[in-house]
């Protein structure tokens, strides 16, 4: 892996830790301030930043999580990060563990030189009809 790649792969793993940690100031530091999750499903749902923060440290908690295979390709200052990745994860009651598929695209700001994650797409093999209205129901702006 090269040096870039492995750049990203550690950005993935801060960013994953702050979620199982709870740490919302790291991940708002991470984070674009047009940051959005995106839940790809047979009926997607979308959480903006301050969306996403709030159920991260709250309803929708992650315990642990591990990456497959990993694809990192840069694009001048756009990352794309992907993998098919283990979640163990639950949503206020509702387990929501196992098989998932990531992408993520990372984006190096122009003042700061830092890179942050602008969108983050979380699709599942499988289609539990719960997820959607689960993700909807942490959207703030509703």
């Not at 992907?82 to 509702?94: E, I, K, N, Q, S």
């Not at 700061?112 to 979380?122: D, H, N, Q």
Request: hydrophobic share 40%.
């Amino acid at each position: 892996m090269d040096e870039f790649a492995s750049k990203i792969e550690a950005l993935e793993h801060l960013w994953m830790r702050s979620w199982v940690q709870r740490d919302r100031n790291q991940m708002k530091a991470l984070a674009a301030r047009d940051f959005i999750f995106l839940l790809g499903s047979r009926s997607p749902a979308i959480l903006d930043r301050a969306s996403w923060l709030e159920a991260a440290t709250t309803r929708f908690r992650c315990s642990g999580y591990r990456f497959d295979e990993v694809y990192v390709r840069r694009h001048g200052p756009t990352a794309v990060f992907a993998t098919r990745m283990t979640l163990d994860a639950t949503m206020g009651d509702h387990e929501w563990s196992g098989e998932t598929w990531l992408m993520d695209l990372w984006q190096k700001s122009k003042v700061r030189r830092k890179w942050r994650i602008v969108e983050r797409t979380l699709s599942r093999p499988d289609t539990d009809e719960k997820m959607p209205d689960a993700i909807r129901s942490m959207q703030l702006w509703r």
